[in-house]
């Protein structure tokens, strides 16, 4: 080992992030298998909360149903695991009847974007302040690997043995289309990077989505014969995304079929809490 | 003491008085016939007062809404009919066992599927009990008048409040479209009851303590961070496999309101004390029935009615007690049979015959009279 290589590696010694903090140790461990993308999302969006500065009481943590929706049973904000597709619709009552909350929402891609799909144009629409983390790992974990809006064509899952003929939706440019006013793509790959974005969001004031690619190598990486975890995480994480900032440096041909990281989209418009307090219930009293 | 406001009013506008009377301050619905009045008295009124008003994308997110609202400490409504209540089901029986409480307005129209959306309809009343998936509690409340629409809006309030569960309010068409003078009541005459309070320190608090039958519901954001799930679960809100503890838990969310039925449920007798012949019936047909009955006093027959004001918990005690002393009991529906059923559980000895409309009308007083003498 070289004397640089030593220093590099003092230099790059932290505190080490204290996760307890946050989570509910006596309800660990948790149901996610070995290699599942989920448990490193939780430890970036943790890092991020941590950095916001809201407290625990202030934060409200609300999912659907799915592996990934089993999040905020380990967390000890204010949190609740609804129905599968409706994370959504109870966070805008909560969040609407309570706007001091910081409301986060932790959903698959199924979850959101299949029988959630109404509820999540709907949020976008609405512009409420909430941050949306969908989980997509391009399948149906908790039924055991069916395939998901997000899977891409042809790949193979418990009910497309002879490959998904369905095309994929783009979660990005459906929150951007659908109005939400913060959208963002990350990895669980790109850890770091996914803490920095998911910080970025839960400070926004608006619908904050933010897409983020992790993976379920037990059933669509073995259905589609990836070796480990960590290919599958080669693949579709490192090599399946570039980040927005160098895509605009590289050639067309480099950018086909990958999903850019990075902030994507954000605009300024108007929140619905803020809308209502400032124009209906005012006008109402005026009236 | 200051004069009661007398108003003419829709039975859909007394709705809306009576949940805000009861303090109800969160609204999420979608617009549905005969329904849609509620949503929009809703609307002008909340915003007022200080409370949420909020049009959803449809009848799931809205009573999903609802709940994640009442669990912050607002009361909470959401209101519809026929189809929209299939669509909230799901959401009923998530209420039921993460009790949280809610009141669900059903203005019942023709069914099934989209229906008769103008017609009056009693065929929702097994759907009020059954329509979710699983043993579920259930509370729901059958006012016949405008008045009544209002007093039994703030008992839905308070029942929800008191037992932490979802309470339907349910009523056909007629009573909900036809207009009548009512007296509005003054703040403090009727009865307003607010959910326990979470008295204990954060770190003792349990949302399902079972050293309660109903424990306090603490509102999300006041410092008792707990946690919530449609998953069978222990007394902490988190998910459990130990079959004891589900069982008990299953049988508590039933048991909270089958040991209170006294309390809950609410009967109206007319002429029943010598009765030979007795009608049972809620709602706008109970309006006929009241007539027929009278003429039929008038015409020297000993008939008279019992008018469930809850339907569920069916008034077993009540009607088993009339099925015992009367010959005949007669149960007019706008159904083609759902609470004659529960008669006939009920009454072992007295013959039972229902009377029913699936057309649109109104059971008419003629329609019940002929019954009654039928039977003399
Ligand atoms: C109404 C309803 N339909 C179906 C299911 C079964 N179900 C549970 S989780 C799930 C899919 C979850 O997929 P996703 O949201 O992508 O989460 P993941 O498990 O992949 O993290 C389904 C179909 C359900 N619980 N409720
Ligand atoms: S099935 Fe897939 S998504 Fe679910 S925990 Fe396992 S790896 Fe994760
Ligand atoms: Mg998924």
Request: glycine share 8%; net charge neutral; aromatic share 6%.
């Amino acid at each position: 080992m070289s004397g640089t290589a030593v220093v590099e590696k003092k230099e790059r010694v932290s505190v080490p992030f204290d996760y307890n903090k946050y989570l509910r140790p006596n309800k660990l461990p948790h149901i996610w298998c070995p290699g599942c993308g989920h448990g490193i999302v939780l430890k970036a969006m943790l890092r991020a909360i941590d950095k916001t500065g809201f407290s625990k009481d202030e934060i409200c943590m609300i999912s659907g149903i799915g592996c990934s929706s089993r999040t905020p049973g380990y967390v000890d904000f204010n949190t609740m695991h609804t129905l599968h597709g409706r994370a959504l619709s109870f966070a805008t009552g909560v969040k609407f009847a309570n706007p001091r909350l910081k409301v986060i929402v932790v959903t698959g891609d199924g979850d959101a974007l299949a029988i959630g799909g109404n509820h999540f144009i709907h949020t976008c629409r609405r512009n409420i302040d909430m941050t949306v983390v969908v989980m997509t790992n391009a399948t149906y974990g908790m039924t055991g690997g069916q395939y998901s809006p997000t899977s891409p064509l042809e790949t193979v899952a418990t009910t497309s043995r002879y490959g998904n003929i369905e095309p994929p939706f783009d979660t990005c440019e459906m929150a951007k289309a659908a109005g939400a006013s913060f959208v963002a793509r990350g990895t669980a790959y790109h850890t770091l990077e996914l803490e920095k974005t998911l910080h970025d969001a839960i400070m926004h004031k608006g619908t904050s989505v933010v897409d983020v690619i992790d993976a379920c190598p037990t059933y669509f990486g073995r259905a589609n014969k990836f070796k480990s975890t960590t290919h599958l995480m080669d693949v579709v994480e490192k090599d399946g995304t570039v980040n927005v900032k160098q895509a605009d440096k590289l050639p067309p041909e480099k950018l086909e079929g990958k999903f850019l990281r990075g902030l994507l989209h954000k605009v300024d418009r108007p929140e619905y809490c803020e809308q209502y307090e400032n124009l209906v219930m005012e006008k109402a009293k005026a009236k | 003491m200051a004069e009661r406001k007398k108003k003419l009013l829709q039975g859909n506008d007394a709705c809306v008085e009576g949940a805000l009377y009861a303090g109800c301050r969160f609204y999420a619905g979608y617009p549905i016939t005969p329904s849609t009045e509620i949503a929009e008295g809703m609307s002008v009124r909340l915003p007022k007062l200080g409370g949420k008003f909020i049009q959803m994308e449809d009848e799931i997110a809205s009573i999903a809404a609802a709940i994640g609202a009442s669990l912050t400490g607002l009361k909470s409504l959401t209101a519809t009919s026929g189809p929209g209540l299939s669509l909230k089901q799901e959401c009923i029986g998530y209420a039921c066992l993460t009790e949280v409480p809610l009141v669900i307005v059903n203005v019942m129209r023709g069914g099934p599927s989209t229906g008769y959306p103008t017609g009056p309809s009693q065929s929702d009343l097994m759907a009020a009990k059954w329509g979710a998936h699983g043993d579920h509690p259930a509370i729901s409340l059958a006012p016949q008048s405008v008045q009544e629409i209002l007093t039994e809006t703030v008992r839905a309030f308070n029942l929800a409040e008191r037992f932490r569960t979802p309470v339907m309010v349910l009523y056909d068409e007629i009573v909900g479209h036809m207009r009548e003078p009512i007296t509005l009541p003054l703040p403090g005459e009727l009865e307003v009851i607010d959910r326990a309070k979470a008295a204990c320190r954060p770190e003792e608090y349990f949302p399902y303590d079972d050293r309660y039958e109903v424990a306090p519901l603490a509102p999300f954001g006041a410092g008792y961070r707990f946690h919530v799930t449609g998953l069978n679960h222990k007394q902490d809100g988190f998910p459990t496999n130990d079959s004891n503890i589900i069982r008990a838990n299953n049988e508590r969310i039933m048991n909270k309101i089958e040991n209170h039925k006294d309390e809950i449920c609410l009967n109206e007798a007319i002429d029943l004390d010598d009765a030979e012949i007795a009608v049972v019936a809620i709602g706008s047909t109970a309006r006929s029935a009241r007539y027929a009955v009278k003429e039929a006093r008038a015409a020297g027959i000993k008939a008279g009615l019992l008018r469930p004001i809850t339907m569920w918990p069916f008034p077993d005690k009540a009607v088993k007690e009339l099925g015992s002393r009367v010959k005949a009991i007669i149960v007019p529906e706008l159904n083609l049979g759902q609470m004659v059923h529960e008669v006939e559980r009920c009454s072992k000895k007295a013959q039972v015959t229902g009377i029913h409309r699936v057309d649109g009308e109104p059971i008419t007083p003629a329609q019940i009279l002929e019954a009654i003498r039928k039977h003399k």
